[in-house]
């Protein structure tokens, strides 16, 4: 599966769409095992900032937060589906759900390693 350049994203409903720039394709995939992100189980690149637009669907995105309340977690408010959020370790990055991508198939990427979210590198001193 080749994926590189600007590729859309959106969530279930359409509500929510987004462009992401990926100019050497997915360099890095992961799953995450800290609470929230065990439960809604998907696979994430991550990505600078300036490398996500937003295209529609501002007024349909959620905002959840929770524990140290640094990381942004965006859903779709129609459709429940969880498209990207700004991350902990790396505020200056978005890990967006490629599942959320078009022509792309999270069942067809392999083995995707996991990143150890319940003993998070920023609660480590």
């Known amino acids: 599966m080749e994926i590189?350049?600007?590729?859309q994203g959106s969530c279930h409903c359409g509500s929510v769409v987004f462009d992401v720039d990926l100019p050497k394709g997915f360099e890095e995939l992961t799953r995450c095992n800290c609470s929230?992100?065990?439960r809604?189980?998907?696979?994430?690149?991550?990505?600078?900032?300036?490398?996500?637009?937003?295209?529609?669907g501002q007024d349909h995105l959620t905002l959840y937060q929770f524990n140290t309340k640094t990381a942004?977690?965006?859903f779709c408010d129609t459709c429940g589906i969880?498209?990207?959020?700004?991350?902990?370790s790396n505020p200056n990055q978005y890990?967006?759900?490629?599942?959320?991508?078009?022509?792309v198939n999270p069942f067809e990427l392999?083995?995707?390693?996991t990143?150890?979210?319940?003993?998070?590198?920023?609660d480590r001193k």
């Not at 809604?40 to 529609?56: D, I, M, N, Q, Y």
């Open 115 to 122: 990143t150890d979210g319940q003993n998070h590198s920023c």
């Open 36 to 38: 929230m992100c065990a």
């Open 40 to 56: 809604r189980g998907a696979v994430v690149t991550s990505v600078p900032l300036s490398s996500f637009t937003l295209v529609k």
């Open 110 to 113: 392999g083995p995707i390693p």
């Open 4 to 7: 590189k350049g600007v590729v």
């Open 72 to 74: 942004e977690h965006y």
């Open 95 to 103: 890990a967006v759900n490629v599942a959320c991508l078009d022509g």
């Open 82 to 88: 969880y498209t990207h959020h700004k991350r902990r």
